[in-house]
């Protein structure tokens, strides 16, 4: 009976794996909740030393109202970090080193006069002639030809003076514009020299001709709306101390009888029916936005802009679009131009352009040879005066033009509508690029009683050559005479110089320098900062708080490791007690299974709760 009790206990005794078992979960539980009464996290030791089971409660559920309130909290934060925003808080640098812009300017009438004789003597049609005669016979092959309705579409709007400088040939499509002295007649720059001022003229183009008295020079280029734009780059070693330059401009808006039509004048396009002068401001040897960046110029007016330098300096990504590998310069109108980023995406999508189509469009700059590539529009076949009209016999030839322009427009369109409002991604901003602010007044000028002197002036004397400046010849003669009287009822009633000069004074009225640099909104170090700031005020977290959780972890990892170490003990005692007796072996196994039984710890936690 003895032996079979003492079997009967054994075999509704624990195991030993399932009795060490539980002393490790009791072992650390005990670590958990010493480590919850002596952690510096608020509300933790509160919830284990309550005697009240409500006291306790209200702290572990304000507890995880606080946690659940952090990780809100820590969410937003970390949303607003990845957004990487930045800010442009402005500097102002006192008296320091920045160059003077470069100006580029364009007559608002692209035609000048001797381009407009030029046209007759080479019998060619002019501007609005042409649009009339490829919109005549685009609406002749809308209502004649079901299968034609497309191209008067397409060619709705591409009447305007594009089309037609794209059906020149490249040089006589130059000689029709204004020419630099014709259009500005005088240029001078001011340099600081310590406290001195010296005067310079613009370009050798002025004054005597010499390199070592002028502070700049002149270049053109052709733009698709106002033909000839002149761009007037101070030389670099003079940039830091110009304070100035004046242009004189003759606009050549002669109207009498051989000039009573306007004939690059456009119904569609308000732009077309302006006259005066539009000025753009920028980089120094950079390519003009003349489209987007231009301020027009009142006719019979002396402007003064007023420069502010500001030095912008760009953040790299992820918070800003700034790329240190961004291009040195770039190729357009077979010349060198600093890089900026416009003139990138207008390269770019002219290179895809002729990639593409096979094309290139007058709208964007001119990369590559340019005579090997023709233009989208182009229609030479309807430029001389009796071509493509209802009498003339070849209309298949130009239908066949019109079809071939139809071809390229679409491509064009289809090549352009690939770039979103002009982005491109492979051009990047510049780190650092100067921009200009402007500031402008306006002023009558020249007075009427000043214009016979001016116009005895060297810088003005040339126009009194000109035909239509015969009437003021002649009152300069009357005056010289003394017969103010006469000279005065001559001019009277005349208006011309009002009508085509004006005067461009641009002015740096100081040295001061404004620097814009991005700054990001949330950096690295205000996000821990924020962070570490989060985690105090709601739950008390310190540095000395995860020294706390790296003991506790230590700890636990000690009972673990101590019950693997049991775990091996008891299988080795285990292959002993089978080997001996069945009776000895019972009553060692009994003997030491109630020593271990009675050796687990009790819970820490034995307390009756308060009611």
């Not at 490791?561 to 000895?584: F, K, L």
């Amino acid at each position: 009976m003895s032996i079979r009790r003492r079997q009967n206990r054994l075999e509704s005794c624990p195991d030993r794996r399932d009795i060490q078992s539980s002393a490790a979960g009791v072992e650390l539980r005990r670590e958990f909740i010493r480590f919850c009464q002596n952690t510096t996290i608020r509300g933790l030791p509160r919830i284990v030393k309550s005697d009240s089971r409500r006291i306790r409660t209200l702290w572990l559920v304000s507890v995880l109202a606080l946690f659940v309130s952090c990780l809100l909290c820590l969410t937003f934060l970390v949303n607003q970090f990845l957004e990487y925003d930045v800010m442009h808080p402005p500097r102002v640098l006192k008296d320091a080193s920045s160059p003077f812009p470069s100006l580029t300017i364009c007559n608002m009438r692209p035609l000048s006069t001797p381009g407009k004789d030029l046209l007759s003597q080479l019998g060619w049609k002019n501007p609005r002639q042409f649009s009339r005669s490829v919109e005549g016979l685009t609406r002749h092959l809308y209502y004649s030809n079901e299968s034609t309705k497309h191209i008067y579409y397409s060619f709705s709007g591409s009447f305007g003076l594009a089309a037609f400088l794209e059906s020149l040939p490249k040089n006589d499509s130059l000689n029709l514009g204004h020419r630099l002295q014709d259009f500005v007649l005088d240029c001078r720059a001011v340099i600081r020299n310590g406290s001195a001022r010296n005067q310079f003229f613009c370009s050798p183009d002025y004054g005597p001709g010499r390199a070592d008295v002028s502070a700049g020079t002149f270049h053109a280029f052709r733009h698709a709306s106002f033909l000839n734009c002149f761009t007037l780059d101070i030389a670099e070693s003079l940039r830091n101390d110009t304070t100035l330059v004046e242009m004189s401009v003759y606009l050549d808006n002669e109207w009498g009888p051989d000039n009573f039509e306007c004939v690059d004048c456009y119904l569609q396009d308000i732009n077309t029916q302006l006259s005066g002068a539009i000025l753009t401001i920028h980089d120094g040897d950079t390519f003009p936005d003349v489209n987007h960046d231009a301020v027009h110029l009142k006719s019979g007016s002396l402007t003064e802009v007023k420069i502010k330098n500001v030095l912008n300096v760009q953040k790299r990504p992820p918070y800003g679009r700034c790329s240190a590998d961004t291009l040195k310069s770039l190729d357009l109108f077979a010349r060198r131009y600093k890089y900026s980023e416009g003139a990138c995406r207008q390269a770019t999508i002219q290179r895809d352009i002729r990639d593409t189509c096979g094309c290139q469009a007058a709208e964007y700059p001119q990369i590559g040879d340019p005579d090997k590539v023709r233009f989208c529009t182009g229609l030479p076949e309807f430029l001389p005066a009796n071509a493509c009209s209802d009498g003339d016999s070849d209309l298949a030839v130009c239908r066949a033009a019109l079809e071939r322009a139809h071809r390229f427009i679409k491509c064009k369109q289809a090549v352009i509508s690939k770039y979103f409002k002009d982005v491109v991604d492979s051009c990047t901003l510049p780190c650092s690029f100067y921009s200009y602010q402007t500031e402008r007044s306006t002023s009558d000028w020249p007075t009427k009683s000043w214009q016979l002197q001016l116009l005895q002036s060297s810088g003005f004397g040339r126009l009194r050559r000109r035909k239509e400046m015969a009437v003021y010849d002649r009152a300069i003669r009357l005056a010289k005479a003394g017969d103010e009287m006469g000279a005065y009822t001559l001019l009277r009633n005349v208006s011309l110089l009002e009508r085509n000069l004006l005067s461009i004074q641009l002015i740096r009225p100081n040295f001061d320098l404004h620097k814009v640099a991005e700054k990001e909104v949330l950096s690295l170090t205000s996000f821990l900062s924020q962070v570490g700031g989060l985690f105090s005020i709601f739950i008390g977290l310190t540095m000395i708080s995860v020294v706390e959780l790296i003991d506790f972890c230590i700890h636990c990892y000690g009972v673990c490791a101590m019950r693997r170490g049991r775990h091996r003990d008891s299988g080795n005692n285990t292959a002993q007690s089978e080997a001996s007796g069945t009776a000895a072996g019972t009553d060692l196994a009994g003997t030491a299974d109630d020593n271990l039984l009675e050796e687990l710890p009790k819970p820490v936690w034995e307390k009756n709760d308060g009611v």
